[in-house]
């Protein structure tokens, strides 16, 4: 992967940055665990003017907390099954789903179903930990809380997911699967348009995105302005993002809020 430094980030381009996206597992976090200083970074980027939305893989449980207690404006969850942004100010918590709770309803009859025949066909694969807290997808873990499984175990796992007619994104730890064409791009468009005003393919040059795996790979095409941190290496990506950081996880994204923010 052709990757540019982030140190060569242009800051008149940095100081044009109004919107700072990011995944959350291995992009904010490091070993599984949530760092003060990824925190931190967050809210001083929000001090400074920023809106800050993660956009993840992770259950709706999670997200619905991470509104609510992260220094964050929004949140893109389940890679891309809705959105959650809190007011605080009205106390209520704004949310936009790709599909209707009926629809919802339906797929995960299918994917209860798929489930039993993916952790059959493929041993030492688990559901992951936070599945009960999700309501679109189905999270298949293979190295988060089991032991870690081979490449080949892992292709086999999106291949099951196919061959039911499913969507399968590959992330640091898990395989998730749903039923729709959605992703993370098409509801961060969606969040930023209804939730911001917010024209995204007018808007590009202000939207800074921060990922790491083969999930964020619709994020890392569509924005000029990607960047991967540094262990984006460890995955031979079709679509890699044009910049990337020094250091490797939460510290990467820490570098990335500094350059936005010594560039103001």
Known sequence: MALQPLADFPAEALRR???????????VTEDGRLPAASLEAMERLSAAGLHVIPVTGR??????????????????????????AYDPAQRRMHQGFAKSAEARKTDRRRLEQLREHILAAVPGSGVASDQD???????????????????????????????????????????????GDYDKLSMTRRCLKERFGLDMDRAKAEIVFAGDSPNDQPMFAYFENAVGVANVRDFDL????????????????????????EAR
């Open 59 to 84: 259950p709706a449980g999670w997200c619905d907390h991470i509104a609510r207690m992260w220094p964050v404006d929004a949140v893109v969850g389940e890679n891309g099954a809705f959105y959650f």
């Open 238 to 261: 079709a679509a890699p993002p044009n910049w990337i950081t020094r250091q490797r996880s939460a510290a990467g994204f820490q570098e990335l809020a500094d350059a936005i923010l």
């Open 133 to 179: 807290y999700r309501i679109a997808d189905l999270a298949i873990d293979f190295c988060e809380d089991v032991a870690p499984l081979s490449d080949d175990a892992v292709a086999r796992i999106v291949t099951l997911f196919k061959e039911a007619g499913a969507t399968a994104k590959v992330s640091s730890i898990h395989v998730n699967g749903w039923f």
């Open 17 to 27: 940055l109004r919107f700072v996206l990011a995944d959350i597992d291995d992009t």
